[in-house]
């Protein structure tokens, strides 16, 4: 079944420690991207790659990393989380420019920072 | 000025009717265009995409582009209870690689 599939669903972590959300597609999408979503604001974009070892900053790229070793994997690393992180993440891929074909999205990682 | 404006609602349409959703965007270069919906606690999903002027059907939807008016619509047709969720509008603009979306429209069909 092609798929996008973001691990874990649900994440519960303290201020500062480390942690990555992973997220993988099986479509062999080039484009892949990361969302946060949260009330009032919706879906912002945090960064997005177009292809391997290629990355760029969204909206809101401060307090994230990401990294594109291969072409299925965009990880989501969060270095030090704060409280401020606690959102509803969203991975996202799609076959080429988004601007002309539209976006896969994960089920999505409820993460909550105390 | 947010980049993609849409309405929060709620929008309360009575089962088969019509429901009228509307997103306007600021940035002149977007060129594409998308209606996502979510239901809640589940990632968006694909209805409908446009890319030129006019109207574009599918099924019960029909999605109107304005370029000139920096406008987007979405028409749902005969309307139904499982149509409630929040709708996203979405704009992309061609080599930016970036797909901004509005804060949603949140549409409830009362049976």
């Known amino acids: 079944e092609a798929q996008v599939t973001q691990n874990p669903r649900y994440l519960i972590t303290v201020t500062g420690k480390k942690l990555t959300v992973t997220c993988s597609q099986n479509?062999?999408?080039?484009?892949m991207s990361w969302y946060r979503q949260d009330p009032g604001l919706g879906l912002r974009q945090i960064y997005y790659?177009?292809?391997?070892?290629?990355?760029d900053k969204g909206d809101v790229p401060e307090g994230y990393k990401v990294s594109r070793k291969e072409k299925r994997n965009f990880p989501l690393i969060l270095e030090s989380p704060s409280p401020n992180q606690t959102s509803l993440y969203f991975c996202?891929?799609?076959?080429?420019?988004?601007?002309?074909?539209?976006?896969?999205f994960g089920n999505g990682t409820r993460l909550t920072v105390t | 000025q947010k980049e993609v404006e849409q309405n929060s609602g709620p929008l309360s349409v009575p089962e088969g009717a019509i429901a009228s959703l509307n997103c306007t965007y600021s940035?002149?270069?977007?060129?594409?265009f998308f209606w996502y919906r979510q239901y809640s606690g589940k990632s968006p999903e694909l209805i409908m995409s446009?890319?030129?002027?006019g109207d574009k059907e599918d099924g019960r939807f029909t999605a109107q582009l304005n370029k000139a008016s920096q406008y987007v619509s979405l028409l749902i047709r005969d309307s139904q209870p499982s149509d409630s969720a929040t709708y996203l509008c979405?704009?992309?603009?061609?080599?930016?690689?970036?797909?901004?979306f509005g804060t949603g429209t949140k549409l409830q069909v009362i049976p």
């Open positions: 996202a891929s799609s076959p080429r420019d988004p601007s002309n074909s539209p976006l896969h």
């Open positions: 979405a704009a992309a603009s061609g080599g930016y690689q970036k797909v901004t």
């Open positions: 479509m062999n999408h080039e484009y």
């Open positions: 790659s177009m292809n391997v070892e290629v990355t």
């Open positions: 940035d002149r270069v977007s060129q594409s």
């Open positions: 446009i890319y030129s002027n």
